[in-house]
């Protein structure tokens, strides 16, 4: 399956953004879908999963509360609601799919989009 992430930008601290990852080329709704994100001079964390059907999520503790993914499986979509950024946050953001279930570790991943950047200024 092939992921596109989109939505980054550049915004102040304590704002919103929204983020998109469109699946092509394969079963998506037999996907657990996941947003991962990589700062500089740091390894890549977990940030959020969806099971399957939507109907479980996870969040890393970090951003639970102000961060929520949602999917849409007639669409192929998944899209990750990010509210009162924090400079923290900055980062290049990653989807990826990993066929039937959910994971944190990032190696555990089988497929990854091309990431989109995130900057939160102060």
């Known amino acids: 399956v092939q992921l596109q992430a989109s939505g980054g930008g550049m915004v102040q601290a304590g704002g919103s953004l929204r983020l998109s990852c469109v699946a092509s080329?394969?079963?998506?709704?037999?996907?657990?879908m996941h947003w991962f994100r990589q700062a500089p001079g740091k390894e890549r964390e977990f940030v959020a999963s969806?099971?399957?059907?939507?109907?479980?999520?996870d969040y890393a503790e970090s951003v639970k509360g102000r961060f929520s993914i949602s999917r849409n499986n007639a669409k192929n979509t998944m899209d990750l609601g990010m509210n009162n950024l924090k400079i923290e946050d900055t980062a290049v953001y990653y989807c990826?799919?990993?066929?039937?279930?959910?994971?944190?570790?990032?190696?555990?991943?089988?497929?990854w989009g091309q990431g989109t950047l995130v900057t939160v200024s102060s």
């Open positions: 969806i099971n399957w059907i939507g109907s479980s999520t």
């Open positions: 080329g394969g079963p998506f709704r037999e996907y657990g």
């Open positions: 990826a799919a990993r066929r039937y279930y959910t994971r944190r570790n990032p190696e555990e991943l089988t497929f």
